[in-house]
């Protein structure tokens, strides 16, 4: 597929564009209304294609919550081994199109490996993720980020107190949700490890702060989010924080989603995921 239309989507599904523009703009990309209708299914996450991990699996347990984060109710997707047992945690952080199937299949693909983990809704404080797509995105644009770092320290605490829980708590998050794990390990001194997907990368004046473990993915033909690497990386290693950054390339912004066919990438995804899992074994399984 054309960058060119990659790019155009990746503009329209981070804010300051209508659907009537980008569809427009699509039209004029591909040379006529029956081509840009026909390249919509490919473009838009399917989220019929979520469950590598169905709901019903035998071998985890889910169940929806609501934790305090200071005076704030928020809500999450639970999900824990179906063993009772002590396990190792994990906050997951949604992209912005709100707490949707695929991010509930990443916590539950979590569970099957071993952990207790939260896909945290974090438009339940203003009403919910709502099914229309970019109603969701829209909602995002309106919060406040020191909120959203608030809600985020609240499901690390709520982990960590949660019965199933060895004490050890992570997070990992995507594209929007990449951008708030940042956010969380200059503000979380307590948290054990961070994994970020293409996320928006904190100030470089903040890294100081960071006392987790990260470990960074990057798309290689992402050149919006790649365009922070060097100022990020550089504030790393002049503030000696233990750090492991891979860039994927050809890979496209949000390689993970296996619900959207024009920017999956299933070689890039298993590799990333397999460091995903190994860094967590390494850092919250003690």
Known sequence: MDQKIIDLY?????????????????????????????LLPI????????????????????????????????????????????YPSVVVVHENRGLNPHTKDVARRLAVAGYLSIAVDFLSPIGGTP???????DMIGTLNASDVTNWA????????GNASSNGKVGAVGFCWGGGVIGRLAVAEPSLDAAVVY??????????????????????????????????????LKKSGKEYTLHIYEGAQHAFLNDTNEARYSKEAADLAWSRTLDFFKQHLAG
């Open 131 to 137: 099914s229309d797509q970019d109603k969701a995105r």
């Open 198 to 235: 293409y996320g928006q990368q904190p100030p470089a004046e903040e890294v100081a702060k960071i006392q987790a473990p990260l470990l960074l993915n990057y798309a290689g033909l992402d050149e919006r989010i790649n365009a922070g690497i060097p100022a990020f990386e550089d504030a």
């Open 43 to 86: 473009l838009e996450n399917n989220y019929a294609k979520a469950d590598m991990v169905p709901e019903t699996d035998s071998r985890i347990k889910t169940e929806l919550v609501t934790f305090k984060a200071g005076a704030q109710d928020v809500k999450g997707y639970l999900v824990r081994p179906a063993a009772d047992g002590k």
């Open 10 to 38: 990746d503009t329209y599904t981070h804010g300051g564009m209508s659907r009537r523009t980008f569809f427009d703009k699509l039209v004029m990309l591909t040379g006529g209304i029956a081509a840009a209708t026909a």
């Open 153 to 160: 320290q609240g499901a690390v605490a709520y982990l960590r």
